[in-house]
């Protein structure tokens, strides 16, 4: 499974931002996907993540302001980032996995930067 992020970029604060997370198999539709991001310095936090079935789970700090989707007939995943802050800047990643237990396997997205200015 390989995964490819876009749409980061530069933008003010209180402006918006989609990412995209295009997968290279129907991955999203079996095993769901979430979103991290890891500022310089820091570890690599959840942001966001939807099961299979649709159900939503957001960080307390962007509750109410971005917005997880997938669009499963592309094989794509969705950030909606809106009213973004400076803390949020960060490097975004897609992730999602296969198998279960011991057989397991975590795929990443290579990264987008987020940068939110003042």
């Known amino acids: 499974v390989q995964l490819v992020e876009s749409g980061g970029g530069l933008v003010q604060a209180g402006g918006s931002l989609r990412l995209s997370c295009a997968a290279s198999?129907?991955?999203?539709?079996?095993?769901?996907m979430a979103w991290y991001r890891q500022a310089p310095g820091r570890r690599r936090d959840l942001v966001a993540r939807?099961?299979?079935?649709?159900?939503?789970d957001y960080a307390d700090s962007v509750e109410g302001r971005f917005a997880i989707s997938t669009d499963n007939a592309k094989n794509t995943a969705y950030l909606q980032m809106n009213s973004l802050k400076p803390e949020d800047t960060a490097v975004y990643y897609c992730?999602?996995?296969?198998?279960?237990?011991?057989?397991?396997?975590?795929?990443w997205g290579q990264g987008t930067q987020v940068t939110v200015s003042s």
């Open positions: 939807i099961t299979s079935s649709g159900n939503t």
């Open positions: 198999g129907s991955i999203f539709s079996t095993n769901g």
């Open positions: 992730q999602t996995y296969d198998g279960w237990g011991p057989y397991r396997q975590d795929y």
